[in-house]
């Protein structure tokens, strides 16, 4: 067996990982390089041709979930190669290109894309998908996009667990450990564990859990009366985190249509009753409209997205319409998208400009170092442990890891018990 990190080692982004036999090659992931703010970064790979080279051979690719750095460059594959992806992360791409193809804002998402998805193959967790002489396996983890996934990859000799994006501090992340430890290696032990390491940079945070920042915001939501949240529209999680908290705080839960979609599709395949969006209206801006009056009485949680035209237009109307000293902007992305530092993103700047009283309040989709020092201990892989998607990947070797698994950190090419590891930077 034969595995490469094409991208994903000294970076976070745009991970594309080759899995392969003599027989078989399968792709994990295909992802664009991370946005700078608004624009896309520099990406050789972003064309037909380095796309055709680089999936010669191939028989299908997998994606762990729907971010852009992850799977991106879907759209530069040769028809002939499968794709698969979970059956809601496939709804949840259809919604937001859709979207993106009535937006003037995107010229280069056509209608052909929205072809392209819904040719994807879908899976379930649980599912054994069989391509050539590989199997591939997925299981449910928690992430900041909803129907995310770890992959275990088995060709009859070896297993190999990829994690994709994960965290340890999210609703759905009390079942990580227990898959591992009920359904993963009861089946036979892994060999390589492939895992991400984004949080590497920060070993000694401990990222606040969603049920905490649920209570946070259920106390400003009963503080503030007019509440806006700025916040991804495709993280389940957090969409949840502040339905929940609007309904202990006996706030009207508003959004725009783009939202009500996706909350249809979470509430669609809901198996708790923390996301089922039941008390999620379209707003609909008019302020002669009995709607209002309602929500001007009994305040609101309004999620807002970037700086569209009906967002401008409406937000400017609240906010001259409403008392400043009951209004609160609750600002639910990383921090450096305010920041002039290459990643600003204009329109989030924009918006927290306008409000009178804004905070932050978010937490990471990314596993923290506590989180990934359990999974390599609960995993125990046999031969090896791949970090990527990490700025620095060496610094997996500075976690206070067992000598014998940190003996087993590989982040340079290597030929270990049978299994060639390439690592391309």
């Not at 965290?167 to 992340?173: A, D, E």
Request: overall charge neutral; charged content about 25%; proline content about 4%.
């Amino acid at each position: 067996m034969q595995i490469t990190i094409h991208r994903g080692i000294d970076q976070i982004g745009g991970c594309i990982t080759e899995i392969a036999t003599a027989k078989t090659k399968i792709l994990i992931d295909l992802g664009h390089n991370l946005p700078k703010g608004n624009r896309l970064e520099d990406d050789d790979k972003a064309n037909d041709g380095a796309i055709a080279e680089l999936t010669a051979n191939v028989s299908a690719i997998f994606y762990t979930h729907y971010h852009g750095d992850h799977v991106d460059l879907f759209r530069y594959v040769p028809d002939h190669i499968e794709q698969y992806i979970g059956e809601t992360a496939k709804k949840v791409m259809l919604a937001k290109y859709q979207l993106l193809v009535k937006s003037s804002r995107f010229q280069e998402v056509t209608p052909a894309l929205l072809q392209i998805i819904e040719s994807f193959n879908t899976f379930k967790a649980k599912d054994v998908i069989r391509i050539g002489d590989i199997s591939v396996s997925p299981y449910y983890v928690s992430h900041s996009a909803c129907d995310a996934y770890m992959f275990v990859i088995d060709d009859g000799r070896k297993r190999i667990l990829h994690t994709g994006d994960f965290r340890g501090h999210g609703y759905l992340s009390k079942g990580l450990i227990p898959t591992i430890k009920k359904l993963i290696l009861p089946q036979a032990t892994i060999d390589v564990l492939i895992t991400e390491g984004t949080m590497l940079s920060r070993p000694d945070e401990r990222p606040m859990h969603e049920q905490e920042l649920q209570k946070e915001a259920t106390k400003l939501m009963k503080k503030y009366k007019y509440v806006f949240v700025l916040c991804s529209s495709t993280d389940m999680e957090r969409l949840a985190s502040f339905h929940a908290a609007s309904k202990k705080a006996n706030r009207s839960f508003l959004c725009d249509g783009y939202q009500t979609e996706m909350l249809n599709i979470f509430t669609s395949i809901a198996k708790s009753g923390l996301f089922k969006f039941d008390n999620a209206h379209f707003y609909r801006h008019d302020r002669r409209h009995r709607q209002f009056s309602l929500i001007e009485e009994n305040g609101f949680c309004m999620l807002i997205r970037g700086k569209t035209t009906h967002h401008s237009a409406a937000i400017q109307d609240l906010l001259h319409w409403l008392p400043n000293e009951q209004i609160l902007l609750i600002y639910s992305y990383w921090d450096g998208y305010l920041h002039d530092d290459g990643n600003q993103i204009p329109d989030f700047l924009d918006i927290w400009n306008m409000f009178p009283n804004k905070l932050q309040l978010h937490t990471s989709g990314h596993a923290s170092a506590a989180t990934l020092i359990e999974v390599c201990q609960t995993v125990n892989p046999t031969t090896a442990i791949i970090p990527i998607h990490s700025q620095c990947s060496d610094d997996y070797k500075k976690l206070p890891l067992p000598d014998g698994l940190k003996a087993k950190i590989i982040t340079e090419s290597a030929k270990k018990q049978g299994i060639e590891i390439v690592i391309d930077n």
